[in-house]
């Protein structure tokens, strides 16, 4: 492929990422129907639409981060000085969180120790 025809496909990919179909996104990538279908056959290709998908996928979840950052410290402001109702409502608010908060981040522990015990096996 070309420099030219490398930029098409990569546009290409960014729109199927994006979620547009393929028949859309062909002609605004300045390719024809059936050259973005060949295109998109390759493994290659998949790859990186993957790659796409989860650049997109881990910027959102680091917005979400953030977020979640912010939101724990609006309930902790209410904890500190709301009213008694509105502490009571966000003080269940972190106990019903608290829980499955810990048990994700414990799973998560456990599986990175079985997926580094599978490599050290493997390796």
Same mark, same amino acid.
């Given at each position: 492929?070309?420099?030219?025809?490398?930029?098409? /496909?990569?546009?290409?990919?960014?729109?199927?990422?994006?979620?547009?179909?393929?028949? @859309? /996104?062909?002609?605004?990538?300045?390719?024809?129907?059936? %050259?973005?279908?060949?295109?998109?056959?390759?493994? @290659?290709?998949? #790859?990186?639409? /993957? @790659?796409? %998908?989860?650049? +997109?996928?881990?910027?959102?979840?680091?917005?979400?981060? /953030?977020?979640? +950052?912010?939101?724990?410290?609006?309930?902790?402001?209410?904890?500190?000085?709301?009213?008694?109702?509105? %502490? +009571?409502?966000?003080?269940?608010?972190?106990? #019903?969180?608290?829980?499955?908060? #810990?048990?994700?981040?414990?799973?998560?522990?456990?599986?990175?120790?079985? @997926?580094?015990?599978?490599?050290?096996?493997?390796?």
């Amino acid at each position: 492929m070309t420099a030219t025809s490398d930029n098409k /496909a990569e546009l290409l990919a960014v729109a199927v990422a994006s979620g547009q179909a393929i028949k @859309e /996104a062909a002609p605004a990538c300045g390719l024809s129907v059936s %050259r973005a279908y060949h295109i998109t056959s390759t493994v @290659e290709f998949r #790859s990186r639409v /993957a @790659e796409i %998908r989860q650049s +997109i996928l881990d910027g959102a979840v680091g917005r979400l981060n /953030a977020a979640a +950052i912010r939101a724990v410290d609006a309930l902790i402001a209410v904890l500190d000085s709301g009213e008694d109702k509105d %502490r +009571i409502t966000a003080a269940k608010t972190v106990l #019903s969180l608290l829980g499955p908060i #810990s048990e994700l981040g414990e799973l998560r522990v456990r599986l990175d120790r079985l @997926e580094h015990g599978k490599s050290r096996a493997a390796g």
